[in-house]
């Protein structure tokens, strides 16, 4: 006569419904993980965006307003006060001297020269993804100062930048070398 043992630890391996619900747990397990590493990903993209764009804008800004404040005579084109360009003749010398900074939507673009600065179209493109903020014109004169306000786009949101200056050194009624 057989025996046959009621002894649960006789039976070897894993039976069908147990390792289907291995696997479906193990399957939970890489998607959550996958989810997460991927989340993290474009997350991280952004930061690295905004990130570079802040760096950017405040390259930018430092420059405009390091000329400001070393201004000789300053002007906003066009002339109605409200302009896309900022040409400053400053006490900074050399090729410091005529600085011009023209920021458009897309674009902004820099000319530095001793001397007379050289058309617009052909100043260096100086930083890309620039957008007005909130309809505000780039650049306005009000006397010796100049605001400045733009967006740099990033993959999330603009990042906004806005600054003025004021010029330190009185204007002598010399003519500018640089227009």
Known sequence: MAVHSSDPGDEAGLGLI????????????????????????????DVT???????RGQVMGSAMERALRNAKDIQVLPTDANGTELRVWTTLGGTQTCQGF??????ATIATSNGMLP???????WQTGIVDHDGEPFFVK??????????????????PFSGEATMRSTAT???????
């Open 102 to 107: 023209q920021l458009t939507t897309g674009t």
């Open 49 to 55: 965006s905004t990130t570079q764009a802040t760096t």
């Open 142 to 159: 009000s006397g010796d100062t100049v605001r400045y306000a733009f967006d740099i786009q990033t993959e999330s949101a603009p990042a």
């Open 119 to 125: 058309a617009v179209g052909n100043w260096a493109e």
């Open 18 to 45: 147990e390792l289907l619900v291995a696997m479906l747990v193990a399957a939970i397990v890489v998607i959550a993980a996958a989810s997460i590493l991927v989340n993290s990903w474009l997350t991280q993209e």
């Open 173 to 179: 009624g010399e003519i500018s070398p640089c227009w």
